[in-house]
């Protein structure tokens, strides 16, 4: 009974402190910080952590960036403890000389983060601080450390084992579906009737992961397409004049769009989980779909090819698909990972390049990023594993025989002269 007791004394004491009026509280900021970090009782600490994050949303751009500051310079490690301690663990490694160590190069404001996160509802507004952070910081050392501090946090209490995968229909509560036209970042919603057309249908499928301690916030979603192939036009997959198909007549499930929702959670990855969680879901629910593939943009090849001294206009499509296989295939960051943001994340999934396809988003942003040019990524169930180890560990990129041909095509001469002077394959 004491411990049935202490419960439901603590929810009592949380309701009362989430629900009652705020109260005057003269201490500044500063002193609101310290009291929490050094507070041993949880009411006191609750209703200070309450305070700060109040203050904080009230805050305009240069309180938060005081703010933050204060953070990166008042509540960093201190070097000499570091070393000290280190040295204390490697003369006599045991417990209390590694929890010395432990305690020395964690700074402060980990466990201040930590403790704000203890008011209910606190983790979304700790998310838009982040958010705040990465949007304000620039380049300030000091303030990326602080930011690897919200990382390393949200790292554990984001991963995998806490989000909860569900499936978004026209039947979804109203403020999800806002926030699905609001998040889209890949193919623009641009209407009510334009959402209704990608979740509607029996042929249309979108998915969404959330976490517990945001409900109402999708983290990342995809839109999925059931197909009777593997498509190779984004504008044949939405058009408003398509027939829909039976799931059941359906073979090929189409991730056309996956997007990020929070700018807090950048670095985050949920993309890996989503996906092969939904294609195992979608294989239980349809054993007739066998083919899993992305139809994806291939954001930097337009700045590429301007790099490498090719116009756009220059090129027809059948040249413009030798060098977009190229591009992914050959095109290199310093580090040995392809220049191609989509690329690196969906080869890092272990999905390998398929096929690549001129003409096939012709909207204004597909243009100007991809010179209208997009790829699929395939998704073998049964290789994926295989896949992201060679990737991880070799920068080794799997693709089809195809794209392999047409890169090898492409590495025949130089690409201004095979522009300029070789016939279109």
């Known amino acids: 009974m004491t411990i049935l007791g202490d419960l439901l004394s603590t929810i009592f004491e949380r309701r009362y402190l989430t629900s009652a009026p705020d109260r005057h509280d003269s201490r500044t900021m500063e002193e609101l910080i310290t009291a929490l970090v050094g507070a041993t009782g949880e009411v006191s600490g609750l209703s200070a952590a309450k305070q700060i994050l109040k203050r904080y949303r009230d805050m305009d751009d240069r309180a938060k960036l005081d703010f933050f500051h204060h953070l990166a310079r008042d509540m960093n490690i201190d070097p000499e403890t570091v070393r000290t301690t280190l040295d204390a663990y490697e003369a006599g490694p045991g417990k209390k000389t590694y929890r010395d160590f432990m305690a020395a190069v964690e700074p402060d404001r980990q466990e201040l983060i930590r403790r704000l996160n203890q008011i209910p509802g606190a983790t979304q507004t700790l998310v838009q601080m982040r958010a705040d952070l990465l949007r304000l910081g ?10 690897q501090d919200f990382r390393h946090l949200f790292a554990s209490w984001f991963n995998r084992g806490f989000l909860v995968l569900r499936p978004v229909s026209w039947e979804s509560p109203a403020h999800i579906l806002e926030k699905i036209i609001a998040y889209e970042a890949v193919h623009e919603i641009a209407s009510w009737e334009d959402l209704r057309r990608r979740l509607v249908p029996g042929d249309r499928r979108c998915f969404a992961f959330f976490h517990p301690s945001m409900p109402d916030e999708p983290l990342i ?8 192939g593997i498509p190779g036009s984004i504008q044949g997959l939405l058009t408003e004049e398509r027939e829909p198909i039976t799931a059941d007549n359906s073979n090929t499930a189409v991730f056309y769009s996956i997007s990020n929702c929070q700018a807090g959670l950048a670095g985050i990855s949920f993309g890996n989980s989503l996906i092969k969680q939904v294609a195992a879901d979608l294989a239980a629910e349809l054993p007739n779909l066998k083919t899993f593939v992305t139809l994806s943009p291939i954001p930097g090849l337009t700045k590429w090819l301007a790099a490498e ?5 220059d090129v027809d499509p059948k040249q413009l698909r030798i060098l977009a296989a190229h ?5 290199k960051r310093n580090d040995g ?7 690196r994340f969906h080869l890092g999934n272990g999905a390998r390049i398929h096929a690549v396809h001129a003409e096939a988003d012709l909207s204004p942003k597909g243009d100007e990023q991809s010179a209208c040019t997009m790829v699929n990524y395939l998704y073998d169930l049964n290789k994926v594993a295989q896949n992201h180890e060679r990737f991880a560990t070799g920068n080794e990129i799997a693709a089809s025989s195809e794209i392999r041909s047409l890169d090898a095509n492409a590495k025949k001469q130089d690409l201004r002269k095979q522009v300029n002077e070789q016939p279109a394959v």
């Open 309 to 313: 001294g090719i116009g756009v206009d």
């Open 327 to 331: 591009y992914l295939m050959s095109a």
């Open 337 to 343: 990972q392809p220049l191609d943001p989509v690329a």
């Open 221 to 228: 979603f995809v839109e999925v397409a059931l197909t009777g």
């Open 138 to 147: 620039g380049s300030d050392q000091e303030l990326q450390a602080l930011d």
